[in-house]
């Protein structure tokens, strides 16, 4: 009760406030003692966005929330830093020190007596224990970056894999039914098996009476199981939907959300009526929105993360 921590969470939102970035992470140690004084360290870690990529990283250092300005080489903080090899996390370190790479550290140590090199308190003593603390939560963030960048470079060779199949499937499935004299077929189910992907697909009958039924088949290819929503932006109402969904309105439109969990190899049905369209409104709905998953993860809808 003695201390006074920032927060991870506080953290993660001041980073995500102050930085344009694709990634944060945080840690927070548990206390320690020195001397008979207990402290504990904090760090957040921001990667990407528009952090120089070229340069060394940012280190912002805060003593019981009060941000170290100077002396940054003579501080513990630092040299816990530069010790670190930051290779095996995905950073370039040419010659030992300070990494380079579009990152921000901010370190945190708040203790009842913090261990200052000289009266001005600009730069935190070498401390073992306090060094090791400081080692600690680096290295716990930098495997959470190290995680991310591993699954950023997947999904990267993944999109590159899906790229090349569209450009090839389409025009082999056109020859083909050119040959057999029948109509194109979708590939989006092809692509998906292939690709491992979770497969989104509408299907639209009108009725012929001003109605239609829609009916969305969800397809997991993958191994993973995954929980996200499904978004149908429509500018009518709709009825006889199952599930029922959850209805946002949107000026003179509608979003309608379904919360869905997919195991690997599973399928969900979603189905409603539109009760009142033409065919070309039914032409021009807009595609469906995955919500909660990787777009390279996703085959036959928009998709997004989300936060």
């Known amino acids: ?85 930051w290779k095996q996390y995905g950073l370039n370190q040419p010659g030992g020190g300070i990494p380079t790479g579009p990152v921000l550290l901010l370190i945190h140590v708040a203790s009842i007596n913090v261990p200052f090199t000289s009266e001005s308190k600009d730069a935190i003593a070498d401390i073992p224990i306090i060094k090791e603390e400081v080692d600690l939560a680096i290295k716990e963030v930098a495997r959470k970056l190290k995680h991310y960048l591993s699954k950023q470079s997947n999904l990267k060779k993944r999109r590159e894999k899906e790229i090349i199949i569209t450009k090839v499937l389409p025009k082999m499935a056109a020859k083909v039914a050119k040959i057999l004299e029948k109509d194109v077929p979708d590939i989006n189910p092809v692509v998906a098996k292939i690709m491992g992907n979770l497969l989104v697909h509408r299907k639209i009958k009108s009725n012929g009476d001003g109605t239609a039924d829609v009916v969305i088949k969800v397809k997991n290819f993958g191994t993973s199981a995954y929980s996200f929503r499904v978004h149908e932006m429509l500018p009518c109402g709709i009825s006889e939907a199952k599930p029922e969904p959850k209805v946002v309105t949107m000026g003179n439109d509608y979003d309608y959300i379904w919360e869905i969990s997919a195991a690997a190899g599973s399928s969900k049905v979603l189905s409603y009526r539109i009760e009142s369209t033409t065919e070309e409104e039914i032409r021009k709905l807009p595609q469906l929105i995955v919500e909660g998953i990787e777009e390279e993860l996703v085959t036959g809808a928009k998709a997004f993360k989300g936060v």
């Not at 008979?36 to 360290?41: I, R, Y």
């Open 1 to 85: 009760d003695c201390l006074s921590p920032i927060g991870e969470e506080l953290i993660y939102r001041g980073l995500e406030k102050e930085t344009n970035v694709d990634f944060i992470a945080t840690s927070t140690r548990k206390p320690a003692v020195y001397s008979g004084n207990p402290f504990v360290v904090e760090v957040g870690l921001a990667y990407g966005g528009n952090l120089p990529k070229e340069e060394k990283i940012s280190i912002m250092r805060f003593a019981n929330r009060v941000p170290l300005l100077y002396q940054q080489g003579g501080c513990v903080t630092t040299h816990a830093v530069e010790d670190i090899k």
